[in-house]
């Protein structure tokens, strides 16, 4: 059998039979984590270990320490619950199971029997199959024998996906671990041996395909580790994110609220609407001092400025439409080709560029149902948008300065560990090639110049240009993906954008996309979750409250209180006829970061008892002083 080579990514070269599977090349090399590794990474590709070899690849052994491994072991995971579910409620049928950024999930269809009492059953038996440590074996079949089945098992889901494959001579993969058989391109883990410490640990309705006007199905969420230490570390981590979940403490706070009057679409409340204008205050003085102009364009625009801007093409399922004067109008789902008819109405020359359009921004966009969730992920919400205009030898330089001014933004909020991708070309998408390498070597290029390490995520870029995406890590490990640069040369040429250049000639402008908050509606969700509600003074809805203790003081309260009010200090007094025990608790509740308490004593002084939330010990400063303290912490950061 002919020989083939191996090149490990440390350089080692190791020649192997032909024939040879991952399992071959693992015995051969015989690492020291050998029973740890679950799959390969072949020329960037993930393989099952039972799969044949690539000749001359670039190889590395996959353990769950890597994202790519993790994918690998929560995808079979999914595979391994189906079996389990299918076992317990014969006839049910499946959708998609994918892995997801910590677990997996499965749609499945059994007729509506699931609940969550059924959770531990399934998760039993999951164990149970484990045990067996069936391998799970790659089978490769043709479009006819997929079909033939998948129509004996009575599963519609699993016949639409194939009969909506266009090739009919493809080879499709099946994946067989024990008696359960599953659609799958893979890959998968060995054995489902492998699969140690299971927890099932939730439930929820969802749509075939994500459509609310699809088959009503129930998704179930689990995570799997190799280790108890593991699975305890995260059971630790989700009580936590469930007492900070945002949803729950916007309520509490009184921040937005959902109605089922509006699907997806936030009612912002006083407390929101003040978080909200202080982080829009907080990013006007940064752009301020870099040269922005603001602006603000219509919500609705004509539908041909849509097909000229190929949003139309390439995003009319996101997009809401409407009539007016019998003109056909789409209420936008970006804010980028309002801002290129701001650039047109005057001649501009390269002495203007780059020139920064900043634009708080509304947009809309027809979510499904079935995806929206809180603050999270909702139909309405403001972008934090900036178009750079500028020309091509000032990409580099402008995009170098979105990264400074992202990474000073992130850092003002504790966000300094951050995760850093260049998304590049969609299967939908506008433009050249050549422009699309070019945009995304600027890109790269940029990050270099600033030390920033990143990987690629490959086709998730937009459809008119490539970007970075920022992702954040917060207070309990979790990331966030929030702000984007884009490179866009094909906008300025559909709106026939121009400058005159040094030469007198007339030249098209590149367009750099920029939003830091992203959706201002996330980064608000984000920040929630990420203090657990307990906001910095600058940005907390009500920065102190005033609480006097009796009826005698009644009157220094309010005086004091609209000091503070007058100060520009966002405070409230509680006069409420209740025992001060319980109106400190009530506002230790509500998060609020300072409390002011006044007795006989203070009133009679000019003092207050300064309590800071969570501390249950009282300072007794002069009013002053307390004023001038506050005041300094109030102070939006510059």
């Known amino acids: 059998m002919d020989q083939i080579k191996q090149f490990f990514e440390d350089g080692i070269v190791v020649e192997i039979a032909g024939d040879a599977t991952g399992l071959d090349l693992l015995k051969q090399v015989n690492p020291a984590n050998k029973n740890d590794v679950l799959a390969l990474l072949v020329n960037g590709e993930i393989r099952d270990l039972r799969r044949p070899l690539v000749p001359d690849a670039k190889v590395r052994f996959l353990t769950f320490d890597q994202p790519e491994g993790k994918e690998v072991y929560w995808h079979s995971s999914a595979h391994l619950m189906a079996h389990a579910v299918e076992q317990l409620f014969p006839g049910a049928k499946f959708g998609v199971g994918p892995a997801i950024e910590e677990g997996f ?39 006819e024998e997929a079909l033939d089945l998948f129509s004996k098992k009575g599963d519609e889901y699993k016949l639409e996906l194939i009969s909506g494959l266009i090739d009919k001579d493809a080879q499709i993969s099946l994946y067989r671990e024990g008696e359960f058989t599953d659609l799958c391109r893979g890959p998968h883990l060995p054995t489902a041996g492998k699969i140690k410490q299971i927890k099932l640990f939730g439930m929820s309705g969802s749509y075939w395909r994500g459509d609310s006007k699809g088959k009503p199905m129930q998704r179930i969420y689990g995570i799997t580790f190799p280790a108890k230490e593991q699975l305890d570390a995260y059971v630790l981590r989700m009580e936590e994110a469930r007492k900070r979940d945002h949803r729950k403490l916007g309520a509490e706070l009184d921040i937005f609220s959902m109605h089922e009057e509006g699907p997806g679409f936030p009612f912002w409340h006083n407390n929101g609407v003040v978080i909200i204008r202080t982080l829009e205050e907080y990013l006007r003085k940064k752009l301020a001092r870099r040269g922005y102009e603001e602006i603000i364009t219509p919500i609705i625009l004509d539908q041909k400025m849509w097909l000229q801007s190929g949003h139309y093409e390439n995003f009319k399922d996101k997009m809401y439409f409407t009539n007016v004067d019998e003109r056909e109008f789409a209420v936008k789902p970006m804010n980028c080709p309002g801002s290129t008819l701001v650039y047109r109405t005057k001649q501009r020359s390269y002495r203007d560029l780059p020139l920064k359009l900043a634009e708080f921004g509304l947009v809309h966009r027809n979510e499904l149902a079935g995806v929206l969730h809180g603050l999270l992920r909702v139909r309405s919400f403001t972008q934090d948008d900036a178009h750079v205009f500028c020309a091509p030898e000032q990409i580099e330089d402008a995009i170098v300065d979105l990264i400074d001014l992202t990474n000073e933004v992130y850092s003002t909020f504790g966000f300094k560990e951050l995760e850093t991708f260049i998304a590049t070309r969609p299967e939908l998408s506008m433009g050249s090639d050549e422009i699309w390498e070019n945009s995304t070597n600027a890109l790269a290029n940029a990050l270099k110049r600033r030390g920033m390490e990143f990987s690629l995520n490959e086709g998730e870029g937009a459809f008119y240009g490539p970007k970075i995406e920022f992702n954040i890590r917060d207070a309990i490990g979790r990331k966030w993906q929030c702000g984007t640069i884009q490179v866009d040369f094909s ?13 007198n000639a007339r030249h098209t402008p590149v367009m750099v996309h920029r939003a830091i908050f992203g959706s201002i509606e996330r980064f608000v969700a984000i920040l929630i979750e990420n203090y657990a509600g307990r906001f910095p003074v600058w940005l907390a809805p009500v920065q102190t409250v005033v609480l006097p203790i009796g009826e005698g003081q009644r009157d220094y309260a309010v005086a004091l209180h609209q000091r503070l009010v007058e100060s520009g200090i966002r405070a409230q007094v509680d006069l409420r006829n209740e025992k001060i025990g319980y109106k400190i608790r009530d506002w230790e509740l509500k998060k609020v970061p300072y409390i002011f308490v006044v007795g006989a004593k203070e009133a009679e002084s000019g003092a207050v008892a300064v309590r800071k939330h969570g501390d249950a010990n009282n300072e007794v400063i002069a009013a002053d002083e307390a004023v001038r303290i506050l005041l300094t912490e109030a102070k939006i950061p510059s």
């Open 105 to 143: 999930f499965y749609d499945i269809d059994a007729g509506g029997r699931l609940t969550l009492e059924d959770l531990p059953r399934i998760e039993a038996k999951m164990k149970e199959l484990a045990k067996e440590n069936s391998p799970f074996v790659r089978l490769e079949v043709s479009k």
């Open 491 to 503: 906008m300025p040429e559909r709106f026939g954008l121009e400058y005159v250049g040094a030469d």
